[in-house]
């Protein structure tokens, strides 16, 4: 919605102006008390500082509906068909079976086998991979 201002009755009339324009032209100075306001489908000329305040309204309830629906969402109870994503459950497994084996080996004095770090780089590999991808809804499986 545009606005077409001007600064006194007698005064050309200017614009179209976004609300936000108006907004900051008044706040520094640039148009004053005296200065009217009218939207671009309408005749009836209105105080300037009217518009912005019902454009201040308009923002401040838009504003507070958005953070309601934010808070309602974050507050959210995670529906029934979620549950933890096997990804990240198989790699914490694999990940501390890699370990297990490590240390087994390396009190046995068989320190130079590499392979139980491939399971611990592996298991990582799947629980990161599992936490991108997210929770997996059982239908989705």
Do not use: Q
């Not at 105080?47 to 808070?71: G, N, P």
């Amino acid at each position: 919605m545009k606005y077409f201002v001007r600064s006194d009755d007698d005064a050309p009339e200017k614009g179209p102006y976004s609300p936000k324009e108006l907004e900051r032209s008044l706040e520094k100075g640039f148009l004053g008390a005296k200065s009217t306001a009218r939207r671009e489908d309408a005749e009836e000329w209105v105080s300037l500082r009217d518009v912005v305040a019902e454009h201040r309204a308009r923002r401040a309830e838009k504003r507070a509906r958005r953070d309601s629906a934010e808070m309602a969402h974050a507050m959210a109870p995670v529906p029934s068909g979620w549950r933890p994503n096997i990804l990240v459950w198989t790699g914490v497994v694999v990940g501390v079976g890699g370990i297990a084996l490590t240390a087994y080996f390396a009190s046995n004095g068989r320190s130079g086998e590499m392979w139980p770090l491939g399971l611990v780089l592996g298991g990582a590999y799947m629980a990161v991979r599992g936490l991108i991808r997210g929770a997996v809804r059982r239908d989705d499986e």
